[in-house]
Structures are given as structure tokens and as C-alpha cells.
């Protein structure tokens, strides 16, 4: 992606010129960005909508610019009108005391059906289902013979990676992967069992970047509980598996040149 970045944000993937996965909190930070330059264009990719990956866009300064138009894509073959639910949903009493309506941006929502590339200005986007509690939305972008792979929440090991999604993402050049638990709180050791839970340890996503030969991985919505030097501790247990391994940080920067 040459004279293009991506960056890794609060969980979420960004492309230049304010395309970006998914609304969490992070997404308050883009907005106040892109409002520095006036109206924006903007394309945002939805995973799903379970409430931290949307919370983000009632406070997404462009949204309320007249001037602006907001691509939204909502994950699934219906996603267009579930997400447009769910953002109302969320702008109303007793949630929120300004509703949807107020944004004077226009809004266009459309839906990221699985496997059905989109195409986005130079960038191609292929949406893919995870496994996650009421399913879950990977991307991979594509811009001037370079990848990336966004798969947030979701709960798998190189043994349980559907073949198809493995082609998908085979060869990326930045696989950015759920990695939140450790092995000893996935199982258990150490408190309640996340089996089910919907997420994936450190050193699962380490394997599976391996074994798609991703070239590097970025490890993504760490837990809450985890400070620094725990997400430092993952980061290095995955190297042991996957040198080119590290931890997602906020604002962090990474350019793609093919």
C-alpha cells in the first residue's frame, strides 16, 4: 500500500483517509482528527454490534458536520438495517440524550456480506464470518499488492480455522488478531473458564499467523484487567512462536509498501 499507512487504535484496524474498522471509544479520537480538516468522507467497517465496538459513534465529531458523508457497513447480508437499529437504539432515553437524527451528516448504510468483495476507492475489502456470540466480521483490505487482515473477537486455534477463511487470509502482510487471554485463563487455571467466551489467547493467534504465513501480527483487544507489563508478557510468549509478533497500541502507525 504504497504511500498509504494502517494503524492499530483502541482494537480497531484504520485506513487513510478516515476509512476504519469498527466504532469503539477510539473512534472519538478519529473524528476530532478528521474535524480539524472540516467535512470528511468517511468509510466505516462494523464487525458486529455487541456495545464496545459501537459506543464510539454518537461521539464521532464528523457525524454531526453537514457537510460530511458516512459510509457505514453493517456485517452480514442484512447488516445495513441491523446496524441502523442499533445505532438508533443506542442514541435514545435513557441511553443517550441526543438521538441519531441530530447527526446532519449523511449516513449511507449498506451491508458487508460475507465473501462479496467491496470496493472502496484503491482499497478491496473481503468480509468474512468468525466464530464469536451472535457471530462476528473479519476484513481483508487490499491497496497496491498489499494486505491487511482485521479479525477482532474471535475464538479459534490453527486446528479449528475453517479452511476457507485460511485462504482469505493466507499471506497478509499484517494479520491484526484477537489475542486476549492467556493459555491459564482460557482453561481456567486462574479463576472462571472464557471457553465460549468468544476470544482467543496469545498464543493461539502466534499459530495461526504462522500457519497462514502472515508476514506480521499484531495482537488486539487485550483484556482490561492486563496492564502493560502483562500485555508485554503475551507479546513475548507469542514470539516464541511467531517472531514478527506485537502488541496493538494506541495511535501506533504502520506503513505497507509493495
Do not use: N
Request: one cysteine or more; aromatic letters at 8%.
Amino acid at each position: 500500500m504504497k504511500s498509504r499507512s494502517q494503524a492499530t487504535r483502541s482494537g480497531t484496524a484504520g485506513l487513510r483517509g478516515g476509512e476504519r474498522g469498527d466504532a469503539g471509544t477510539g473512534l472519538r479520537g478519529l473524528g476530532e482528527e478528521l474535524g480539524k480538516k472540516g467535512p470528511a468522507q468517511a468509510t466505516i467497517f462494523f464487525s458486529h454490534l455487541h456495545w464496545d465496538h459501537v459506543q464510539g459513534f454518537p461521539f464521532f465529531a464528523p457525524g454531526y458536520h453537514p457537510g460530511s458523508v458516512l459510509t457505514l457497513y453493517g456485517p452480514g447480508a442484512h447488516g445495513a438495517q441491523r446496524l441502523r437499529e442499533v445505532l438508533v437504539q443506542q442514541m435514545m432515553p435513557p441511553s443517550f440524550p441526543v438521538p441519531l437524527s441530530a447527526m446532519r451528516s449523511k449516513l449511507v448504510f449498506a451491508s458487508a456480506t460475507p465473501y462479496e468483495a467491496i470496493e472502496r476507492g484503491p482499497f478491496r475489502v473481503v468480509p468474512f464470518e468468525l466464530p464469536h456470540p451472535q457471530g462476528c466480521t473479519g476484513y481483508r483490505v487490499e491497496a497496491d499488492g498489499a494486505s491487511l487482515v482485521y479479525m477482532t473477537d474471535v475464538e479459534l486455534t490453527l486446528a479449528s480455522l475453517d479452511p476457507k477463511v485460511a485462504r482469505i487470509i493466507a499471506q497478509a502482510d499484517v494479520l491484526v488478531l484477537d489475542a486476549q487471554y492467556t493459555p491459564e485463563e482460557y482453561e481456567g487455571q486462574r479463576g472462571s473458564s472464557r471457553r465460549g467466551w468468544g476470544h482467543s489467547t496469545m498464543l493461539d493467534a502466534a499459530q495461526v499467523a504462522r500457519g497462514v504465513d502472515a508476514d506480521r501480527l499484531f495482537l488486539i483487544h487485550h483484556d482490561p484487567t492486563h496492564d502493560d507489563e502483562q500485555v508485554e508478557s503475551m507479546v513475548e510468549a507469542a514470539r516464541g512462536v511467531f517472531t514478527p509478533s506485537e502488541a496493538a497500541r494506541e495511535g501506533k502507525r504502520v506503513s505497507i509498501a509493495r
